[in-house]
């Protein structure tokens, strides 16, 4: 197909689980790129403005909460889907996450790579609304 | 020595005295026994008034302990009456609800005025709303307590607190006004939230590298990361389980761990019940499958927009735990029914999920729901399981308003049921 792939932004400092992220989401026909923290997450998320942004929490520089409210407050950025990868599992860090506009929060240990592609690719259908 | 000694003078002139007449001497004689009389009935009023006089200061004296051990009761107490004007206050009420100036008497000046001109009582619940404690104990004349209150002070700033609300009855059980005995809570919820603190950072740092395990061997056992032998392949699937096992040991730690510190409310949210049992179904299947058993899910039509009042992941946790001890003690070539339908009560939705497994022995039926129990049988049939599963359940459902029970026959199989409120849709 002619279709150029959608692109992916990856947030994560952890290069164990990035890797696996990358290969997978590359296999799957996305086009894929990384950031290590918060502040090369917010630049590339302006340079690049994928389609889709997978974002830890718990990152160097400004964590995961910082960088959804500062693509809040920029109209130019508050369009990008974002759904949240995180080990914090509880709920006030879920509902926070929400309020701040993450499309799908993922507890990453509780979820197979099946169900992430899954739920990426729901992301990505070309009809569905931002919420 | 020669003595002069003075004599009376034969000379001295003495007033003639009036001769004395009998009735003169009787009349004489009575007034003396009357004097007697009266001297003796001041006697026996003045030993009377020394007497009282001693009741009363031994009553004054055992007020003034009594009011000394109020006063030094380690915790804060306040008694009001039914105006709302407070009657005492000892030291520890006053110092928190001034903590600025109050010296060892210093509440002194607070009795008579109206106690909501210094504080008003709330409940971390929903700390905005105060409590009518007054109007309480007036209703029903029961005592009350929060052990997770907040004391709010007119002169700004706030307490966690436990406190109870008792009335105060006088002999004739008349109602007079209601006590509150406060104990200040700062450090024990400090406390609190530096476990939950620990416990969420302990949670997500086991779980960082079990992600990456998990999907690293997801890659393998998919081919996504190239071909491998069958033995190979075989030794991944035994890590890959032992991996979704520890995964499951944390959450079933974190969630036993976090019951205890309660959710606030205000942040639930209507959660979709079919949509998680729908998760949970596709999450377990490969394991069912594996084990040679069929999951059947039976929802009813109007089903698909049902929801609970719940948070995030709970509801996923209460189906979870359900369907995955219904695989787990399942033989093989046998099939797990799960059945969400409409409650005989209305508005309330009824989950059921039944297995022909190993059942539950009959002497053990009351332990099921307690932390860290696992039946006798279950432990010969699979040795690992953390025995909180179902604790977990039963709290989660309780929480969202609603009841868990089973019936369970031993050999036979097990059917578990929850029933829980629907929230009405506007």
């Known amino acids: 197909m002619g279709d150029t792939p959608r692109r992916i932004l990856i947030i994560e400092d952890d290069e164990f689980i990035s890797d696996v992220y990358q290969k997978k989401l590359a296999l799957e026909g996305y086009s894929v790129d990384l950031a290590r923290d918060g502040e090369e997450a917010l630049r590339k998320i302006r340079e690049q403005k994928p389609d889709l942004v997978l974002l830890d929490i718990m990152i160097p520089l400004k964590d995961g909460f910082q960088v959804l409210s500062d693509m809040r407050n920029d109209s130019s950025l508050s369009d990008i889907r974002v759904m949240v990868m995180s080990n914090l599992s509880q709920g006030k860090d879920i509902a926070r996450a929400k309020e701040l506009g993450a499309v799908d929060y993922i507890v990453k240990s509780n979820v197979g790579l099946p169900e992430i592609v899954a739920r990426v690719r729901r992301q990505l259908l070309p009809e569905s609304p931002k919420k | ?426």
């Open chain 2, 1 to 426: 020595m020669a003595s002069v000694v003075a004599k009376p003078s034969q000379g001295v002139l003495r007033p003639e005295l009036a001769p004395v007449s009998p009735e003169y001497v009787r009349d004489l004689e009575k007034k003396v026994r009357q004097l007697e009389d009266t001297e003796k009935a001041i006697l026996n009023v003045l030993e009377d008034a020394r007497i009282l006089e001693d009741q009363l200061r031994r009553q004054t004296e055992e007020r003034e302990s009594i009011l000394r051990f109020l006063r030094s009761i380690g915790d804060g107490v306040v008694a009001i009456d039914l105006g709302g004007n407070i009657l005492f206050i000892n030291e520890t009420a006053g110092r928190l609800l001034r903590p600025e100036g109050c010296s060892s008497d210093g509440c002194e000046d607070m009795k008579g005025s109206r106690c909501n001109e210094f504080f008003s009582l709330a409940s971390e619940k929903s700390p905005d709303v105060s409590v009518d404690f007054l109007e309480r104990i007036v209703e029903n004349g029961k005592s009350f307590e929060d052990t997770r209150g907040i004391l709010v002070r007119k002169g700004g700033g706030q307490v966690p607190v436990a406190y109870s609300v008792g009335p105060i009855r006088s002999g004739d059980a008349r109602l007079l006004g209601c006590m509150i005995v406060l104990k200040d809570m700062t450090e024990e919820r400090e406390v609190d939230s530096a476990k939950d603190r620990f416990l969420s950072v302990a949670a997500h740092q086991l779980r960082t590298p079990l992600s990456g395990m998990r999907w690293n061997m997801e890659m393998i056992l998919s081919g996504d990361s190239g071909e491998s032998s069958p033995e190979v392949k075989q030794s991944v699937e035994r890590i890959h389980e032992n991996t979704l096992r520890m995964i499951g040991l944390i959450n079933d730690l974190l969630n036993v761990a976090l019951l205890d510190a309660g959710q606030d409310p205000s942040t639930a949210e209507p959660i979709g019940i079919s949509g998680e049992i729908a998760s949970v179904f596709e999450e377990l299947k490969p394991l069912a499958e594996k084990s040679r058993i069929t999951l059947e899910y039976v929802a009813a039509k109007d089903s698909a927009d049902w929801s609970v009042l719940s948070f995030p992941r709970r509801l996923y946790e209460v189906c979870e735990n359900l369907i995955h001890n219904a695989v787990k003690y399942s033989r093989p070539d046998s099939s797990v029914v799960i059945r969400l339908e409409a409650a005989e009560k209305k508005g309330w939705c009824r989950l059921s999920v039944s297995d022909t497994g190993i059942g539950i022995p009959k002497s053990e039926r009351e332990r099921v729901f307690g932390k860290f129990f696992r039946a006798s049988n279950a432990l010969r049939w699979k040795t690992e399981g953390s025995g909180l599963g179902l604790a977990v359940v039963k709290n989660f459902v309780e929480e969202m308003g609603g009841q868990v029970s089973f019936e369970s026959e031993e050999g036979k199989g097990t059917t578990f049921v929850v029933e829980i409120p629907l929230v009405v849709r506007k």
